[in-house]
């Protein structure tokens, strides 16, 4: 019998992704491997581009299926809460859980397997997000090659999920 | 006289042959900046006068190069194999029959050729060829005119003084200044009046006097017995008549026309300046609106970044409300899981699991000490059973724990998304207030550049980096006419000195008593002569100013059609072009009006000149404008289009004014119409490359002359 709330299990296992994820990062993070100098690298870490993925992959429902994960040893969502987005890792959490098909509780999170599974989820969606806003900006025109290299982007992106 | 055609050949940015054919009434070309619409008129003036207006200035055509870069471009393969090229200009006029009877009009054609050789890369000149050619009315035949009749025949019908009014309105308003004595505009006066041939008497008979005057003069000193003093005194009138032409002829007009040039040159600067003040004052209007578009921008933008940390970590879930909610079935399934377990609640004096497991695996009850016998015994059942009630319990509370954790987790969500949609609204407005100051202060900064934009279009300006040196060269010429008009006071008083001198020598000369009839009757005769100068001279400023009263009334005349309401008053006197404001009948200082009322005054005095050429000198030349109306507004462009026909038998406009306006299709309608009408034509021209297609102004590509060619697109004549 588990003791630790399934929450906390799923809290403390890395979220992998993959080379989409990654440019990303490199796109709207300021950490290591700044590539795009045009871009504005508005995010400090690498959780925060991992989550404008994911966000944009669930709202856009770009999951990309189970690829193969060029990144594990990354961050958990527990680095997400403790960075001050528990509400975000929440969701996140949710959205995984719900499709996720539970037949014995007990038993399908005693098992890595399913923790794993349950977090690609999340990873799908990251990398599908991540794989959209890239797609965007080999556009031809203009302001799809400059997409999120102006931080107004992401506010008309968060604005319009609203609308 | 009328234009029918003009045809041009490798003349320019026309490549292959192009034809314009014009009628009576008022004609319109359209052309936009760079497509040669100066070219037209760059041409008719080679054909006439071999001078063309380059570079602000009128320059001999031989030292021009005339035909088209398109020849220079190796990419135009089957041009620039050309080994020869000749530019070719033909001008086909209805006019008078001046080789044989002026009373009658016939056709005329102007052709001129000029022959290039291939040299490399360049077309070299090798010679200019002119022909004149006309139709004899008696037998229908074409006529080549002989050489030697060609310059009276170009200057009886195109008269030298009027030709630069004619052909190349625009330039012509560089002639005519409207605040000092204007030579080019006296000479103008001189080609269309008669008034110049009592000039020419009074200036025949002056010298007839003075003839006479030393005539006599010699015969007194012959003289016998003159005193000391009678012979000084004819040496002192020989140094006057010496000393007062050299003034008159000479040293005044020359001081005079420097005092012009010094005045022309201070006006120019003064409209400079003031367009620099205005230029600066725009340009000063335009950079504090740009700094507060930065300073919103930048307020924008650190707004946003002192947002990012809630964009990332907080507003990111917008939009999720749905997955949150459906969350709530992952909750219900615990729930459900939850009501499965039997409630059953373990009493507290029952061992706790680990001593219930001890129990199982030692057979043996802790409690009473009694072993237990084997697996299928009551009590090893007993306390399997109750080991399972324990396990559930676990269950329980682990099924719990999740529970209230999903519950709690859900609960948040929705309640931050709530506030988010909230705080996301805020934010939005927050956003668009600024922008909407942003746009508010880029259309204002739009409009000062606009401003600005005409200022440097309209006129010579500069920046303020040039206002210093203009302002300090203005000053030194100011400082210079100033000595310069002390000087020419200096030297009028001293022609006054010598005039009165001189009339007071003769009245002493002539007071000599004398038996010298030849001397006598030479000063009797010398009195007649006086008597007609003065006469021929009232005639001479009457017939001036009955000129000068002419083009007042018909300056004023076309003013009023060719501006909507002017309120000024034009009035021409002594060579000068002087203006009153209609209603007080105070002068107006001319640097006060606007370009397009000062363009429009002068089109008015020049065109009256024109119109009075027709009457005076019995030729009616058209009027082929180029840009006239470049600095008005539409209200005036449309005014003046709609009238200026009237005054002229043919009016010709090369003009880019229409084009915008003709993209409203009833605008282009009513000008064709307007032209029709009066039994003249429209066209529309382009520039396009080797394939044909549209291309660019000249200014946006400075290689385009090469690469590209003016064609007639659209040619309508009645």
Redesign the interface.
Known sequence: ???E???SIIDNKKLYYGTSVRSLIELITRVQGKVDLDAQN??GKHI?AF??AF?TG??RNKKEKKPEWEYKDTFSLGTIKR??????A??M???A??EFE?NN??EDFSKNSSIRELLNIISCYAEGGAKYILEIREGNDLNSKTYLNN??D??EE??N??D | MKLNKLKLKNYSCFLDAVELNFGKGLNIVNAGNGYGKSKFLDSINWVISNQIFHGDVWKNADELDLYPLWYTNPDNKQYYEEKEVITEVTLEFTAPDIDNNIEKNTVWYFTKKRYHKREGTKLNRNRDELTIKYINNETGEQVILGKHREFDVIETLFPKALRKFMWFQGEAFKEISLSHDNKEFNKVLDTISHYPIYGKMVKRASKAIIKKENALTRLRREQRGLSNEQSENLYEKDRLLIKIPELENKLIPDLQSDIDDHENKIADYEDFLKNSVEYVKIDREIKQKESDIRHINQSIEEYEISKVNMLIKRWAIAGSKSHIESFQEKIDYIQNELNKIDNTKIPLHIPGPEMVQDMIDDMKCHICDREIPDEDHESYHALLKRLEVFKEGKKERWLRKNFDIFKRMKSNALSTHSEIEESIKNHKKKIQEKIRKRNKLNSEKDVFQDKLKGLSTSSNTTTGENYDLYFSKKQEKEKNLRNLKLRLGGLKNNLSKYKNKLKELNEEIRSFQTDNNDINLGEESLKYFEVLVDSLKKLEQDAKENLENEITHKSNSLFNIYYDNPGIKIKIKNGNVKLFDKSTDDEIDIRNLNKSQKEMIKFSVINSLLKLSNEKLGNSLPLIADAPTSSSEWTNTKYFTENVGDNFDQVILFSKDYIEQCEDPNVKTQLINLCLKQGGSWHWTQKVDKNGNSVGRKFDNPKSDSESKTVITESILK
Do not use: K, P, Q
Request: proline share 0%; charged share 20%; aromatic share 14%.
């Open positions: 019998m588990m003791e709330s399934l929450i508005i995010f925060h989550t404008w966000f669930l709202n960075d001050g987005a528990e509400v975000v929440d969701v959490i949710m959205v859980l719900n539970i509780i007990e931080i107004d992401f506010y968060i604005t999920r609203l």
